[in-house]
């Protein structure tokens, strides 16, 4: 099957942004991040016990997330596009002793995965790198079973539009046709693309495709007092935190198959 090109650009952008991600991110290994500088899983509450079950990080990075499920009892399959990411996050499960199954792979069409496998999927960022989403929450709804847990947070709408920092406010052009973002890492030769999706077109999409959105946030960052107990901080994040606190950067979706 051919590759289409913006698959190839991302996965060529995300090996090149790998290192840097990695060094300047500050990401928990003991609890589910959702946002940056915001709260995680442990108050969010969205996942509840695992033990035994059986879940599918899609777009996992250096595995973070994949690892703290690992860590709450939780048996883990992590996928992601990049060898570079996908290094990252080996090195951390060898060091920690953390079995977490990790698969080079295409996120969008979930055809190597069986019906009915996964009690849970997780997603954190990586949805809007995604063309068509249609076929990545049938494809979703497919490997779960009945019952099963979709957890996604994806890059906010507003997040399409030009943060003026003098200004210290956001210009948007119009929220209703969110403008595709194509960019390139230095020396990057096909162009990486990220796709922003209103709130309607992500709830209807979830719903059409045989879920039940349970609870949709939109979280705000810890106040600067507690910022340091956010499960994803770090410098990569910091120069962020007045965008951060006037506008959502994350939509974070629980939805129930069936
Ligand atoms: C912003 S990072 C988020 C990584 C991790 N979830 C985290 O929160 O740290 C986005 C990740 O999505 C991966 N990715 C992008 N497109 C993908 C695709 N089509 N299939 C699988 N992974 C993809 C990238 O390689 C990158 O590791």
Request: proline share 4%; aromatic share 10%.
């Amino acid at each position: 099957m051919k590759i289409q090109k913006h698959i190839l650009g991302n996965r060529e952008g995300w090996d090149l942004m790998s290192d840097e991600y990695q060094a300047n991110s500050e990401i928990s290994l003991e609890d589910v991040h959702y946002s940056p500088l915001s709260f995680g899983e442990k108050t969010a509450n969205l996942i509840g016990d695992i033990t035994g079950k059986e879940y599918v990080e899609l777009g996992c990075g250096g595995a973070q997330n994949s690892i703290a499920l690992a860590k709450s009892g939780a048996n883990v399959t992590a996928v992601d596009l990049s060898s570079n990411q996908l290094s990252h996050a080996s090195s951390t499960c060898e060091k920690l002793g953390i079995s977490v199954n990790l698969l080079q792979a295409n996120m969008q069409s979930l055809n190597y995965f069986p019906d009915n496998k996964f009690d849970g999927i997780l997603s954190v960022f990586a949805l809007e790198f995604i063309e068509d989403i249609d076929i990545f929450f049938s494809e979703s709804n497919r490997i779960l079973k009945k019952g099963g847990v979709l957890i996604i947070s994806t890059t906010h709408p507003l997040g399409a539009f030009e943060w003026d920092s003098e200004a210290n406010n956001l210009s948007v052009t119009d929220y209703f046709n969110p403008p595709i973002e194509i960019w390139r890492e230095q020396g990057q030769s096909n162009p990486g693309v990220t796709y922003f999706r209103t709130i309607e077109e992500l709830f209807s999409k979830i719903s059409e495709n045989g879920f039940t959105v349970k609870k949709l946030m939109e979280p705000k960052p810890l106040g600067p007092n507690n910022e340091n107990s956010s499960p994803y901080k770090g410098s990569y994040w910091t120069e962020f935190r007045d965008r951060l606190h006037s506008v959502p950067f994350a939509v974070v979706i629980k939805a129930i198959k069936g």
